[in-house]
């Protein structure tokens, strides 16, 4: 038996997870779960990454507590974030969160300031989201941050966290992938679009694929968990590239989604697709496993309706009323069936601007479909009914969209991540899809981590084997089409 530690940061909790090797099949043990709140500051939005530091020395300190070897760590998280830090090695301040609103309108600026829209995406084959990267340092730039000009390393979230525990400074290629700033042709971050915000490739360290080791422990790190100088390995870094990884497919003709805060769907192609139809679709080319390429399409996901949990009551009784208001059930298996009792049939755009950051869901939602001239929903059932069908409805169009671009014949779509658990969704993807959706493995983020490790490690090869191993290890659900 061997034992991997998977440390999976997602944009709401992070966790760690516990992964034993038997040769065979994989098990997979919750070890630490922890919360990673947006902290509102000084006008903006940052991640408190001391936080989640420390949340993995207390794993670690568990690990040796419970006098568990672990072959090696890996640390998965979203991507296009990054830290700042100083010449002298130390933390110049709290990242910005992708969902500050200060990135609002920045594509536009840097296609008319800088780079051409179309260049830009011919050297990156990465959609254009306001909150990537090279965006985002943009905004910074314009704003003359101050931690900016003094950085002297500019790490992506889970590379910061890696020198955090290591030392070592490295560029992992998945998370440097959605940053669009590299070039999949080269292989690494474009100079020409790094000069263009006023930065030096040295600044971001060499950059590593994953299965690398990285380095071990500090001394500093060490002493604080009892544990010797422990292996870090640079797994798929970018959090979707662990999903990926860990997709139970036999074969090559499948789509898939990972399905969570964010829907991230597509396809794995052996080589980017950087054409005219990508660009006028905005589909993005994100570095995956063995050279593939995770050509997919960002859906705004179950962000929506867990958004709208929050401006729900809690109570015991489906559909109750108390002061006007409706109380749901606490048990989200409860609140997601109560789509079943509604028949509204109004359908949203999940990837309409006013769903990024609305002061409230539910009202964005009205004032969509008050514009669109569609009925409003009237209870939480109303709400939940919508978002299921509006978002399986998005999944059809990407669908339809890959099959017209890619050469892959998609016969399945296969469903990894938290969002694979909510039955009522997986069977209107099916519905809307006319395909089977094949849910599985949840954990699909932890697990492809892991593996990463178990092959570092010499106990596994190539993608396909790793795939084997998850289809012993764990139970799939197949939802057909009705």
Not at 372 to 381: G, I, N, S, W, Y
Not at 429 to 440: R, Y
Request: charged share 25%; aromatic share 8%; net charge negative.
């Amino acid at each position: 038996m061997t034992h991997y530690l998977a440390v999976d940061l997602g944009a709401t909790s992070g966790r760690t997870v516990l992964a034993t090797f038997d040769g065979q099949q994989i098990r997979m043990r919750e070890f630490t779960r922890f919360e990673n709140p947006q902290l509102p500051l000084c006008g903006h939005i940052f991640w408190d990454i001391a936080h989640l530091y420390n949340e993995i020395i207390k794993a670690l300190q568990k690990v040796k507590a419970e006098n568990i070897h672990i072959e090696s760590i890996g640390i998965d998280t979203w991507g296009c974030d990054f830290a700042f830090f100083g010449a002298d090695g130390q933390l110049l301040s709290l990242p910005y969160c992708y969902r500050d609103p200060h990135t609002d309108g920045a594509p536009e600026r840097f296609f008319t300031e800088r780079i051409p829209a179309r260049e830009v995406y011919e050297r990156t084959g990465i959609q254009f989201m306001p909150f990537n990267s090279l965006f985002q340092l943009d905004t910074l730039r314009r704003a003359e941050c101050v931690a900016l000009k003094n950085a002297e390393k500019v790490l992506f979230i889970p590379d910061a966290l890696i020198y955090m525990l290591t030392g070592e400074a490295v560029c992992e290629y998945t998370v440097a992938s959605t940053s669009q700033m590299l070039n999949p042709r080269t292989g690494d971050l474009d100079e020409a679009l790094l000069a263009s915000v006023g930065l030096r490739r040295e600044q971001f360290g060499r950059l590593v694929k994953p299965g690398e080791r990285v380095g071990g422990l500090t001394p500093q790190v060490q002493a604080a968990t009892g544990l010797g100088a422990v292996p870090v390995i640079a797994v798929g870094s970018h959090d979707t590239a662990s999903a990926v990884a860990a997709v139970p497919a036999e074969d090559e003709h499948f789509a898939y989604l990972s399905c969570g805060t964010w829907s991230l769907l597509g396809v794995e192609s052996p080589m980017p697709i950087i054409n005219t139809e990508s660009f006028d679709h905005n589909f993005t080319n994100e570095g995956g496993l063995d050279g593939t390429t995770r050509f997919l399409k960002n859906i705004t996901g179950l962000w929506i309706y867990e958004q709208c949990r929050k401006e729900w009551p809690v109570g015991s009784e489906k559909g109750k009323v108390k002061s006007e208001k409706w109380e749901v059930p606490s048990d989200v298996n409860e609140l997601n069936a109560l789509c079943l009792e509604s028949t509204c049939n109004s359908i949203i755009a999940p990837d309409d601007p006013r769903f990024a950051h609305p002061a409230s869901m539910t009202a964005a939602i009205r004032e969509y479909l008050t514009e669109t001239e569609q009925a409003l929903p009237e209870t939480p059932a109303d709400y939940v009914r919508v978002i299921f069908r509006s978002l399986a409805a998005r999944y059809r169009e990407i669908v339809d969209i890959l099959r017209k671009i890619t050469t892959i014949d998609i016969q399945r779509l296969h469903v990894i991540g938290g969002g694979s658990r909510n039955q009522y969704l997986m069977q209107f993807a099916a519905d809307a899809l006319g395909m089977p959706v094949i849910a599985g493995p949840q954990e699909g983020t932890a697990l492809g981590n892991a593996l990463v490790q178990v092959r570092a490690s010499g106990r596994g090869d190539s993608l396909k084997e790793m795939r084997d191993i998850i289809r012993k290890s764990i139970e799939l659900k197949t939802y057909m089409s009705k």
